[in-house]
């Protein structure tokens, strides 16, 4: 069961969460969210939208629906909600790879100063920080794939356990790349992949020209301390 893979593992990969005809009308209605600062585009298309829960009202109800809270609550709780959603493309026109690296920043309503939270940063008008570990370690990351995501592609690579080790340093990271043997996460199209925030994980740049379409969902099973409050964008 997956649920015993993220937990040992950190992560998972899942079959069949959305139908080809759901699949089908995300791809139309993210084509349609209409420009601001929270989109980004190269050619004709997007490969970054931010905020995605407030201006996407279609991708929030999809994160509340049965079939994704019946992977989450198991998870992260019967109290789980969704705090942010992110959505990513790689296309030809805008490829990337990404370092190795844990998600450590957490999106919220204002600016509080508050032990063991820190580097305050703004990110498409959103007020966004650094909680402490345990913060994160009751999050998941749902990684909804409306393409097949494979080495090719410049699918997520991981290195299991690693959510085990807390937030490490740039010397930690490096060491663990050394001792550790990566896993990409091939997904097809409909699937799913399901990480903890604290897992290390990259991607490379994808050679097969074609769209790696990713709708990032995170949930969490808690309330943030001191009057902070997520922001769920």
């Not at 999050?139 to 409306?146: K, N, P």
């Not at 550790?180 to 097969?208: D, F, I, N, T, Y």
Request: aromatic residues 6%.
């Amino acid at each position: 069961m997956y649920t015993e893979e993220i937990e040992s593992n950190g992560f998972a990969v899942i079959r069949n969460v959305l139908d080809p005809r759901v699949v089908a009308e995300l791809v139309d209605q993210l084509a349609r969210i209409p420009r601001s600062n929270a989109t980004k585009q190269r050619g004709d298309s997007y490969f970054g939208i931010r905020n995605l829960l407030s201006i996407a009202p279609f991708v929030h109800d999809l994160s509340c629906s049965p079939g994704i809270q019946s992977i989450v609550e198991p998870l992260v709780g019967t109290n789980a909600q969704i705090v942010r959603g992110i959505f990513f493309d790689k296309t030809p026109e805008a490829n990337w790879k990404v370092t190795w690296h844990q998600d450590l920043t957490i999106a919220v309503q204002n600016k509080r100063e508050i032990a063991g939270f820190k580097c305050w940063t703004q990110k498409a008008g959103i007020t966004h920080v650094q909680p402490p570990a345990s913060v994160l370690e009751k999050m998941l990351a749902l990684r909804l794939h409306l393409d097949d995501a494979n080495k090719t592609t410049g699918a997520l690579k991981v290195i299991p356990g690693s959510h085990k080790y807390g937030r490490l340093s740039a010397t930690d990271i490096d060491r663990v790349r050394r001792e550790k043997q990566p896993v990409v996460c091939s997904v097809e199209s409909g699937g799913a992949s399901a990480m903890r925030p604290l897992l290390l994980h990259s991607s490379s740049l994808s050679s097969a020209g074609l769209h790696r379409r990713v709708i990032h969902l995170e949930f969490s099973g808690g309330h943030l301390p001191g009057g902070l409050e997520w922001h769920r964008s």
